[in-house]
């Protein structure tokens, strides 16, 4: 998808028969390229070019916090973010070939100002308190453990009033949608007279209670391609696990956060789960299509990702590419937030997923 060829030519290819490589010449002069000499593209599985990797919570927060003393949020984008490269994609600034991850931090007093793109995003907060997202107008304040959309083409906004420093995780479908060539993005007028009441529109319409939707004229028309929910509250996904565990008596459980409206994942690119694993528990390992970025919001416990074994406190975020086969084990109880572009991958019948070995 990213695709950066070092050069703007088409390929050369040779062969000692000398007419075999004036054709193959002529070729390249016409910018055809041979099939035949391009046998390593069709791989028996998928061999992803992203590699499995962690960013340690440590650095991700000193590194965050030195940009809010270093850079003003007007430079870059009107955002103070810093993006999550995988080591494996030849400089690419994205976590995987599908998705940008990023830290974001906002200073107490700041604003990011309001803009809009095609692609889709995602804000997981993992620090702060006082500060508040505005999606098309309907301000959404954050703690830690929420999760809230930005879907594509809505106008986003994010405001620090409190005093302390606020930081999330913000996850995007961007190289996937530059890969496609379909990202338009603008600015738009901030409105001076912003405010944030206690709750949101989008929770009082969609989020008051489980099962409930409302119907009938007086509810405002809804037909977009996203969740109409737009924040999804640490104390409800806390209270789901809880209750979950409880019921299934496992030692490990999973939500899916979804479009309350329909059966639907929360945005058309992107999914969103929250696994909760009891204190020495180990997951099975499995291995799916499409890329998975993981953030630990409690406990602490490993990732075995193919050989790669990592080591998770709260705040770490790793990545899973396409194909690899992984697995958790807690060593206290672990809370661990996935997203993933497994949405695409289904709608388009390239989704796999197996489980390799199941847990212990
Ligand atoms: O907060 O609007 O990490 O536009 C990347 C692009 C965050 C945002 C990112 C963005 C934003």
């Known amino acids: ?16 028969d000398p007419e075999l490589d004036s054709y193959y010449g002529d070729l390249a002069a016409k910018d055809l390229q041979p099939l035949w000499e391009l046998g390593e593209m069709f791989t028996s599985e998928p061999k992803a070019a992203a590699v499995p990797h962690r960013w340690r919570a440590a650095d991700l927060h000193e590194l965050a ?35 940008w991850a ?15 793109h095609t ?11 006082g500060a508040y997202t505005v999606v098309d107008g309907d301000s959404i304040p954050m703690t830690p453990g929420d999760l809230v959309l930005t879907p594509g083409w809505t106008v986003h906004e994010h405001h620090n009033p409190g005093d302390e420093p606020m930081v999330w995780l913000d996850v995007l479908d961007l190289p996937l ?13 901030g409105n001076p007279e912003q405010r944030c009441p206690p709750r949101s529109a989008s929770e009082m319409l969609y989020g008051q209670s489980a099962g409930l939707v409302p119907v009938g004229n007086q509810t405002p028309a809804f037909d977009g391609p996203s ?56 997951g099975c390992t499995q291995r799916q299509t499409g ?26 975020i790793f990545v899973v590419p396409s194909w690899v086969p992984w697995h958790l084990s807690a060593d206290t109880q672990l809370d661990v937030f996935v997203t993933s572009d497994a949405p695409v991958l289904e709608a388009l019948a390239l989704f796999r997923r197996d489980q390799v070995e199941a847990s212990r």
């Not at 809010?68 to 690419?92: K, Q």
């Not at 990023?102 to 700041?110: D, T």
């Not at 890329?291 to 770490?316: C, K, P």
């Open 1 to 16: 998808m990213i695709g950066a060829t070092d050069s703007m030519t088409t390929k050369r290819y040779t062969s000692p």
């Open 65 to 99: 916090g030195r940009a809010g003393n270093l850079v003003p949020i007007e430079r870059g984008g009107d955002r103070r973010v810093i993006g999550l490269a995988n080591p494996g994609l030849g400089g690419a600034p994205f976590i995987a070939p599908s998705l």
């Open 102 to 116: 990023g830290v974001q931090f906002l200073m107490p007093g700041e604003l990011a100002p309001p803009h809009r």
């Open 119 to 129: 692609a889709a995003a995602l804000r997981f907060i993992l620090g702060g308190r």
């Open 177 to 189: 949608v530059i890969g496609l060539e379909a990202l338009f993005f603008e600015q738009r007028p």
């Open 227 to 282: 969740s109409p929910l737009t924040v999804y509250r640490w104390t409800d996904t806390d209270a789901a696990l809880d209750a979950l565990l409880e019921a299934t008596s496992a030692d490990e459980g999973t939500v899916r956060f979804r479009d309350p409206t329909r059966a639907r994942d929360v945005m058309p690119t992107l999914r969103c789960e929250m696994t909760r694993m009891r204190a020495g528990a180990t």
């Open 291 to 316: 890329s998975q970025v993981f953030t630990v919001l409690n406990g602490s416990g490993r990732a075995q990702l193919a050989e790669h074994s990592f080591d998770l406190t709260a705040g770490d």
